[in-house]
């Protein structure tokens, strides 16, 4: 009975130790959670909003204008940042008349709800680099405002694209 009792525990603790491996390989290198600190996304994503994050997107995939980007800020590699990646490498950004244009085009942008206040740029974007904006325009410390205001390519953690809570809030991030 003893024998058996032992085994059992040892198959328990087998199984255990394979789903923690799992759980450690699936949060390394397949999906995150985040916790939204600030409204600076507002109103596509909130404070205290728990997103979830594609860490393999990227991988096998370009970034895309409009993407809500998880990635360490210029600079302080230390801090997460989560902003909308507004120009990809090559291009130039400017923002005048309430109004971002990419290479002297507007930018289509509908999830912005309040009128941007004041004019940045231009900015010209270097290869393998991105400028990021929060939605929130007039309450987002982003590209303009950053010392290094690009992020290059190696500090893209992933695409935030599910909000898991609060419940209320669940479901795909546009």
Do not use: C
Not at 85 to 97: A, K, M, R, Y
Request: proline share 6%.
């Amino acid at each position: 009975m003893e024998e058996k009792l032992k085994a059992e525990i040892v198959e328990w603790i087998k199984y255990i130790v394979f789903a923690v491996a799992v759980a450690i390989l699936i949060r390394s290198f397949i999906f995150m959670t985040v916790k939204v600190p600030t409204g600076s996304m507002y109103p596509t994503i909130k404070e205290g909003d728990v997103l979830l994050v594609n860490r393999l997107v990227y991988r096998f995939g370009p970034l895309e204008r409009g993407d809500i980007v998880v990635f360490r800020l210029p600079d302080n590699p230390k801090e997460l940042y989560i902003k909308r990646l507004i120009g990809l490498g090559g291009e130039t950004v400017d923002i005048s008349d309430n109004t971002v244009f990419i290479d002297g085009n507007p930018l289509e942008e509908g999830y912005v709800k309040v009128v941007m206040e004041g004019s940045f740029g231009p900015y010209s974007v270097p290869a393998e680099h991105y400028f990021m904006m929060g939605d929130n325009r007039n309450n987002s410390r982003d590209s303009r405002y950053w010392n290094n205001k690009f992020v290059p390519r190696s500090q893209v953690i992933g695409k935030a694209f599910f909000v898991l809570w609060p419940i209320n809030r669940f479901g795909v991030l546009k």
